[in-house]
């Protein structure tokens, strides 16, 4: 990483005059960074990928001023693992959130009393920006100020996306009531980004929305009324349960978070930071829209249409417009990339951490200054279903993705193989005796990911995890209380799904 800096051209001098004596350098201004996340959106849910009628014109519109990872995958797909993911960079069993309703100040990787270290948000801060988290946090408790954050604007209960108890900087509940949380949330990080751009430090925004995240029943009414009826949206090919209502909601409350971002680029537009500033939207993952009869809003698979969710970037005059890119990438990348993408360099503890990230700092491939080597392959998992509150439980499943395939194994056998491409993933290659190779290659690929990923953090998780999580995990596999060695026990056995 280098920091941006103005270039200072010296100017010519006669031999009469006195030489001038050298101007101290000046460092600009580092970029401002605006992360807005939403919850279940899927990638093929947009105008300009695999839904044409649904109306997302903002996300068009920033996509075609910025670049578009088209292969973006969410390395966990459930909402708490994501943020941990997002927050810390590193794995969630190397940090220990790999299952929903888990708290950030529990990691198992830090050190006691140094646990909500070690986050995007503290390397920007400890870099000189003024740090804000706004909406959604699902990271354990209501204040996100000791992860890194100058100011905390946590709401809960956000399913339902008309009333929300909310809690700023720690203090409330102050009840919210509205259409649409999404816009809540959104102005309240507006109002902030206006505020501190008068100061002289740069600013880092996490703005994270619940829409479309389900119930469905409750988006905008407006949105509702674009589509009547399936002519007007025609359903996923591989949807099995047909709900149109379900449907049609879902895709209302997207076209409500493209508002939303619309809403974002015009404030930057006024207020003059849209150059100065790197925007980006994504999701936390996406939603199974009724494959293989799973419900609309469920994810925890493998499928494209649960962990593949949008990566729109924008950095006017950095990054160069209209760029769809197919490189894979993945929520381990996010951290490192926009240290890169910004030119911060933390210092101490801070940039020992970030050195020790494992995931691809991407910002050579978005700028187009070079390229650094493309990951060859994504790791995926749904390793545990414990914290699920009574939601059913999903398959547990280890996957790898690479250009050509995405091979998922559970512990009962292999679960899929898919090629991918421009399309859906239709066919399941497995029984197709000319993949028997390509099986035995991605398995292979798979257990050294293992190797790298999962298993040296194994024994960490069951030394320090909390009597509550080795309690939730022990059940969900018929176990004993407190029994941390026959929790370790019950990992993964990948090799039950050999080829």
Not at 309 to 338: C, E, H, N, Q, Y
Request: glycine share 8%; with cysteine; charged share 25%.
């Amino acid at each position: 990483m280098r920091k941006l800096a103005l270039l200072v051209v010296a100017l010519g001098w006669t031999a009469c005059s006195a030489p001038p004596s050298d101007p101290a350098p000046v460092e600009a201004r580092l970029p401002n960074v605006v992360y807005i996340q939403s919850d279940t959106h899927r990638w093929g849910a947009m105008s300009f990928t695999q839904t044409p009628a649904v109306a997302t014109p903002n996300m068009e519109k920033l996509a075609g001023e910025g670049v578009s990872l088209d292969r973006y995958y969410v390395n966990l797909p459930i909402c708490t693992p994501y943020r941990a993911l997002m927050m810390t960079g590193r794995w969630p069993y190397q940090q220990g959130l790999m299952a929903n309703h888990m708290r950030l100040g529990e990691r198992v990787d830090m050190p006691a009393g140094k646990q909500t270290r070690g986050t995007i948000a503290h390397a920007f801060r400890d870099a000189g920006y003024v740090t804000g988290h706004f909406g959604k946090w699902h990271l354990g408790g209501n204040d996100a100020r000791p992860f890194g954050f100058d100011r905390s604007i946590v709401w809960n209960g956000t399913n339902n996306h008309r009333r929300n108890p909310i809690f700023t900087d720690g203090e409330g509940p102050e009840i919210w009531e509205g259409e649409s949380n999404a816009t809540g949330m959104t102005e309240q990080a507006l109002d902030w980004i206006e505020e501190v751009s008068r100061q002289e430090k740069p600013f880092f925004a996490v703005l994270s929305l619940n829409p479309p995240h389900g119930p469905f029943h409750d988006a905008p009414e407006a949105k509702k009324a674009l589509y009547p009826d399936e002519q007007t949206l025609p359903f996923h090919p591989l949807d099995e349960i047909r709900d149109f209502e379900q449907h049609r909601d879902y895709h209302a409350l997207i076209s409500g978070v493209d508002d939303d971002l619309g809403r974002v680029t015009a404030k930057l537009d006024e207020l003059g930071l849209a150059d100065d500033t790197i925007l980006v939207y994504t999701s936390d993952h996406g939603a199974m829209t009724g494959i293989d009869g799973v419900a609309y809003g469920q994810k925890r698979h493998p499928n494209d249409e649960s962990a593949r969710v949008p990566f729109l970037i924008r950095w006017p005059g950095k990054i160069p417009a209209g760029r769809r890119l197919d490189t894979l990438s993945s929520t381990m990348d996010v951290f490192p990339t926009l240290a890169a993408l910004a030119g911060i360099e933390p210092e101490g503890e801070a940039g020992e951490y970030l050195a020790s990230l494992e995931g691809t700092d991407l910002a050579p491939w978005l700028t187009g200054d070079g390229s650094s080597e493309e990951p060859a392959e994504i790791y995926l998992a749904h390793p545990s279903n414990m914290n699920n509150r009574g939601s059913r439980h999903e398959l547990v499943w280890r996957a790898v993705v690479t250009r050509e395939f995405t091979y998922a194994v559970t512990e009962e056998g292999e679960h899929r193989l898919w090629k991918n491409g421009d399309g859906y993933q239709q066919d399941n290659l497995l029984d197709d005796p000319a993949y028997l190779e390509t099986r035995k290659e991605l398995w292979s690929r798979l257990d050294a990911l293992l190797d790298r990923v999962e298993r040296p953090y194994y024994d960490q998780w069951f030394e320090r995890a909390s009597e509550k999580e080795l309690n939730a995990w022990n059940a969900e596999h018929g176990l004993g209380e407190g029994d941390r060695a026959a929790g370790r026990a019950a990992v993964f056995d990948l090799e039950a799904s050999k080829p």
